[in-house]
């Protein structure tokens, strides 16, 4: 078990890395984020104990499972799943640096008014739905700067990017346009220079398709099974949450 966590991680790491050199782009802009829903303290902590130091829960339930036997292992911890309002307390409680998933005001005021109360500063990115698939959440991309500009009044908050999830297909050309409307947000949003908002992150990409993700200019890819191996139910099961049971 151990030496194929490490032989995958190796080629996961060699695969972003070669893509960054096809790319034209330095492979220290990429970051790899590690998918841990489903998997086991142990397997994370091989993956932790080996140079990775990025992962990422998509249900508060497992990040509070897994919280005290990985604490004192130094890494990141992201949270990449629909959040819902009355999970918001527990979730801080946590130690997650930064919510990937950001796609409505209303979060945005609760998370506001619960990190006033503690005292926090809490890093987000705001998640878009690219795909225009009604089974995923996300602000359109058309509504995104607009929603944004509603977002960066609030000072806990600190806006460092956008994330999507993109087409589950195998066609690479209409997963590549779902990267190329986040990354074209990207710019738009930059040129707008709206206070309190930073876009130095691209969180896109999975195992099956993060060259193309790197290609279209993404920092952050997310990956479960090209290092944990393949779960149960396939990616689009964890992915396509409108449709799986949202209980947290």
Same mark, same amino acid.
């Given at each position: 078990m151990n030496e194929d966590i490490l032989h995958n991680l190796e080629l996961i790491r060699n695969r972003i890395k070669y893509a960054c050199q096809e790319s034209g782009r330095n492979p220290n802009e990429v970051k790899l984020l590690l998918a841990t829903k489903t998997v086991n303290t142990e397997r994370i902590k091989i993956a932790l104990e080996n140079g990775q130091t990025l992962i990422a829960e998509n249900k508060v339930q497992e990040l509070k499972e897994k919280y005290d036997a990985l604490k004192d292992i130094y890494h990141e911890n992201h949270f990449i799943g629909h959040l819902q309002t009355n999970k918001i307390k527990e979730i801080l409680k946590y130690d997650v640096t930064c919510i990937q998933s950001l796609d409505r005001l209303d979060l945005a005021e609760k998370l &506001?008014? /619960? %990190?006033?109360?503690? &005292?926090? !500063?809490?890093?987000?990115?705001?998640?878009?739905? +690219?795909?225009? *698939? *009604?089974?995923?959440? =996300?602000?359109?991309?058309?509504? +995104?700067?607009? %929603?944004?500009?509603?977002?960066?009044?609030?000072? +806990?908050?600190? $806006?460092?990017?956008?994330?999507? $999830? =993109?087409?589950?297909?195998? @066609?690479?050309?209409?997963? /590549?346009?779902?990267?190329?409307?986040?990354?074209?947000? #990207? #710019? *738009?949003?930059?040129? *707008?220079?709206?206070?309190?908002?930073?876009m130095k992150e691209l969180s896109m990409g999975m195992s099956g398709d993060l060259? +193309?993700?790197? @290609?279209?200019?993404? !920092? $952050?890819? /997310?990956?479960? !099974?090209?290092?944990?191996?393949? /779960? !149960?139910?396939?990616?689009? &099961?964890?992915?396509?949450?409108?449709t799986t049971d949202n209980r947290d």
């Amino acid at each position: 078990m151990n030496e194929d966590i490490l032989h995958n991680l190796e080629l996961i790491r060699n695969r972003i890395k070669y893509a960054c050199q096809e790319s034209g782009r330095n492979p220290n802009e990429v970051k790899l984020l590690l998918a841990t829903k489903t998997v086991n303290t142990e397997r994370i902590k091989i993956a932790l104990e080996n140079g990775q130091t990025l992962i990422a829960e998509n249900k508060v339930q497992e990040l509070k499972e897994k919280y005290d036997a990985l604490k004192d292992i130094y890494h990141e911890n992201h949270f990449i799943g629909h959040l819902q309002t009355n999970k918001i307390k527990e979730i801080l409680k946590y130690d997650v640096t930064c919510i990937q998933s950001l796609d409505r005001l209303d979060l945005a005021e609760k998370l &506001h008014q /619960r %990190l006033l109360t503690e &005292h926090k !500063t809490l890093e987000v990115l705001i998640q878009v739905n +690219t795909s225009n *698939e *009604e089974s995923k959440f =996300g602000i359109e991309p058309d509504a +995104t700067i607009d %929603l944004i500009k509603k977002i960066s009044k609030f000072s +806990t908050l600190q $806006i460092k990017g956008l994330m999507t $999830i =993109g087409l589950f297909s195998a @066609e690479k050309e209409q997963v /590549r346009s779902c990267f190329k409307i986040l990354k074209n947000l #990207q #710019q *738009e949003i930059i040129r *707008e220079n709206i206070s309190n908002v930073e876009m130095k992150e691209l969180s896109m990409g999975m195992s099956g398709d993060l060259e +193309t993700a790197i @290609e279209e200019g993404a !920092t $952050i890819v /997310r990956v479960g !099974t090209g290092v944990f191996g393949a /779960r !149960t139910y396939p990616d689009s &099961h964890y992915w396509n949450e409108k449709t799986t049971d949202n209980r947290d």
